[in-house]
């Protein structure tokens, strides 16, 4: 006898969602594991993998709220860099941290054009205002997370960075170290 699966059209959704999510943290923690090895093309691929990531997401979760959306994105960028900034081998300088923060800023540029268009083109019963806070709120995250992790690297003391991120990042390098 032949299963058949008869799914409707929002558990498809839910499981598209959620595939395009996991997709996109592989690549996310792929890239990571890369710059372990090699730091340079990993920081260099950084360029291109966020715009794929915002196409992913933004795509793949197509039915999901704008809001979510955005901040999902912003939250596997923040992951990416952070994977880059603690797992890319040796100690990082200044020209180093402005490399890192310039692939990342030229690869924010085209994943927020993507994210805004994505949001005013979705066909949802989604309210203006939500879509706008999702716009504005993208870069809001994005500006916090170049501030409160922009020095931030395994092999520095990041004396500029405020007390409670040091607390944040020491317990997430004990975790992902065990």
Same mark, same amino acid.
């Not at 793949?60 to 994105?73: F, K, Q, V």
């Not at 949802?124 to 931030?152: D, R």
């Given at each position: %006898? ?9 558990? =498809? ?12 943290? !592989? ?22 993998l966020l ?9 793949? @979760?197509?039915? %999901? ?18 994977g880059i ?8 300088? @200044? !020209? ?7 692939? !990342? ?6 994943s927020y ?7 005013? &083109?979705?066909? +949802?019963?989604?309210?203006? &205002? ?9 870069? #809001?995250? !994005?500006?916090?997370? =170049? ?13 500029? +960075? ?9 317990? #997430? ?6």
């Open positions: %006898m032949e299963k058949k699966f008869n799914l409707s059209k929002s558990q =498809i959704n839910i499981l598209l969602s959620i595939l395009s999510i996991t997709y996109s943290l !592989m690549l996310v923690v792929g890239n990571a594991f890369i710059a372990h090895n090699h730091g340079g093309p990993a920081i260099l691929f950084t360029v291109v715009p794929v990531i915002s196409v992913i997401v933004v795509f793949g @979760a197509y039915n %999901m709220p704008s809001i979510l959306s955005s901040l999902l994105l912003a939250l596997l960028i923040t992951i990416n860099d952070l900034k603690f797992y890319t081998g040796g100690s990082h300088d @200044a !020209m180093g941290q402005m490399i890192i923060g310039s692939t !990342m800023f030229i690869g924010l540029i085209p054009i993507i994210l805004i268009i994505v949001v005013f &083109i979705k066909k +949802t019963n989604e309210k203006l &205002i939500y879509k706008f806070i999702a716009v504005i709120i993208f870069p #809001l995250l !994005m500006w916090w997370e =170049i501030y409160a992790f922009g020095s931030v690297s395994l092999f520095e003391r990041f004396n500029n +960075t405020p007390y409670y991120i040091k607390k944040i990042v020491l317990f #997430l390098d004990h975790i992902l170290n065990l």
